[in-house]
């Protein structure tokens, strides 16, 4: 079992700067691939950035050049920093960890962007 703890959201103004970590309960990146998905209110929970075993990372279109998706071995740690924020990045943010055969959602973090 695997235990993921976002953290980071809040409330930012557009062009804001925030960053998401997620704090994994044991050392699973050797052989998890690490993500954020985020679901706005009325529409499907979708991919933002993954983070694979081997270093690589892939960022959707949307968010591509604003947010990096990285981690930190030693804590176990996954991060998410989000620049240039825009009001249709607002969602609930969710860590996820998915091997082919286990996967695991964290709780998620609200991200609201609003001036």
């Known amino acids: 079992q695997v235990q993921l703890v976002e953290s980071g959201g809040g409330l930012v103004q557009p062009g804001g700067s925030l960053r998401l970590s997620c704090a994994a309960s044991?050392?699973?990146?050797?052989?998890?691939?690490m993500g954020w998905y985020r679901q706005a209110p009325g529409k499907q929970r979708e991919l933002v950035a993954t983070?694979?075993?081997?270093?690589?990372?892939n960022h959707a279109d949307s968010v591509k050049g604003r947010f990096t998706i990285s981690r930190d071995n030693a804590k176990n740690t996954v991060y998410l920093q989000m620049n240039s924020l825009k009001s249709e990045d607002t969602a609930v943010y969710y860590c996820?960890?998915?091997?082919?055969?286990?996967?695991?959602w964290g709780q998620g973090t609200q991200v609201t962007v609003s001036s």
């Open positions: 044991r050392s699973i990146f050797s052989t998890y691939i």
């Open positions: 983070i694979s075993s081997d270093g690589r990372t």
């Open positions: 996820n960890a998915y091997s082919g055969r286990l996967e695991y």
